[in-house]
């Protein structure tokens, strides 16, 4: 998960995962969706001998990355029977395994089921099953190809995406939040940043890694409590400072992001100059300026519209109000945005920006911080190097 403040307490006893014993078979527990259908978690329990075919015995020529909870394999499965099957053959999966000194454990494996294995929707990555066994904790999921929304962001080794698909990863990311928070028991997802936005081959954007996810409020109340867990830069400032837990502290979370993709920087970074390691201390004020947001605006982007990045800026601000109450719900961000996209690109003959210098464009860029996880190699530009294969979903 990046850098953490603290872990949750770990209940290690994984023989007390209420999860049926025979494999292939799915969760008994119920859940009722938004529209009150009754819907019963579809999910395969996995044998470890056949994950370990599907990946070829979990070789280190299919690891994808590695992160506090363990490592994540690609592998293959049949599509229909969910067998695994040769390399190549069926349908990609990520595989993601538990270490045995994993601090993590059973806590957030089990978050991980309860949350992906009731709900679907487009913008959350799928979980397709699970196992344990031997003491061995295994998801597996959808195979994401686009890989994570940071390396597009923040690696040199990958073409920086322009305006319309930033838009648009950023609607899909609203558009998964919005549906945890008016679900029936709302979910706080409590884990929003770059790395856990996965893109699929279309670049359609999918909420990955819910580990840290936690039932919102019960009714009459505010918030929950709970210890303060996160990576730094992103968290709600009320969170922080008290541990309350708030649906609109997702918001918070959204407007970083939101920043990050607007400026092309991460939200936190030790090497930028003194005094301007968190992105939204440092560019928050700058952003009602309109003279000043054109500075900001990642000058990777050749060409954008003006109009729009300004009216993206007073979104950013209004979600990363310190009041939450100030904030607006997810249904509004995603409203907002929704507006935004209508925006026309400026004429190329009349409008265009300037192409940044090579050095000017490298001084933007941040250096880079090992991605996020379950995933295909991103961008167009051909195979990244296996240091950039770092595992969101297997917790940092």
């Known amino acids: 998960m990046g850098n953490c403040w603290a872990s949750p307490a770990v209940d290690d006893n994984r023989s007390s995962a209420n999860f049926p014993a025979t494999p292939g078979a799915a969760p008994t527990n119920q859940i009722v969706t938004p529209t009150n259908q009754i819907v019963t978690p579809k999910l395969k329990m996995f044998t470890l001998a056949e994950l370990r075919r599907a990946t070829r015995n979990f070789r280190p020529d299919s690891m994808l990355g590695e992160g506090g909870f363990g490592r994540v394999f690609k592998g293959w499965i049949d599509e229909e029977t969910l067998a695994p099957s040769r390399a190549g053959v069926g349908m990609a999966v990520a595989v993601k395994k538990s270490s045995p000194d994993s601090a993590q454990g059973i806590k957030e494996w089990k978050a991980e089921v309860n949350f992906l294995g009731k709900f679907s929707h487009p913008n959350l990555v799928r979980l397709i099953g699970y196992c344990i066994e031997d003491r061995e904790l295994l998801l597996v999921y959808e195979y994401m190809q686009k890989g994570s929304l940071e390396v597009h962001l923040f690696s040199r080794h990958v073409e920086p995406p322009p305006w319309g698909i930033r838009l648009k990863i950023a609607m899909d990311a609203a558009e998964g939040l919005r549906f945890l928070h008016a679900s029936e028991n709302t979910v706080i997802y409590r884990d929003f940043k770059a790395s856990n936005v996965l ?195 297997a917790r940092h």
């Open 199 to 393: 893109l699929d081959v279309d670049y359609t954007a999918k909420l990955s890694d819910f580990g840290l996810a936690r039932l919102g409020p019960s009714t009459g109340r505010s918030h929950v409590t709970t210890e303060a867990v996160g990576t730094y830069g992103y968290a709600a400032p009320e969170y922080i400072a008290t541990g309350h837990l708030y649906v609109k502290s997702d918001v918070y979370t959204f407007g970083v992001v939101l920043l990050e993709i607007l400026t092309g920087l991460r939200a936190y970074d030790v090497k930028r100059p003194t005094g301007q390691h968190n992105l939204v201390d440092s560019y928050k004020p700058l952003l009602p300026n309109k003279s000043r947001l054109k500075k900001i605006v990642d000058p990777r982007m050749e060409e954008y519209p003006e109009e729009a990045a300004l009216k993206l800026a007073q979104l950013i601000l209004r979600c990363l109000e310190n009041d939450p109450r100030k904030r607006p719900s997810m249904s509004e961000v995603v409203t907002i945005l929704e507006r935004i996209s209508t925006i026309m690109m400026p004429d190329k003959k009349t409008a265009r920006r300037p192409s940044p210098s090579k050095s000017k464009a490298q001084d933007h860029q941040p250096t880079h911080h090992l991605q996020s996880p379950l995933r295909g190699r991103p961008g167009n530009t051909g195979p990244l190097p296996r240091a950039l294969w770092d595992v969101g979903m």
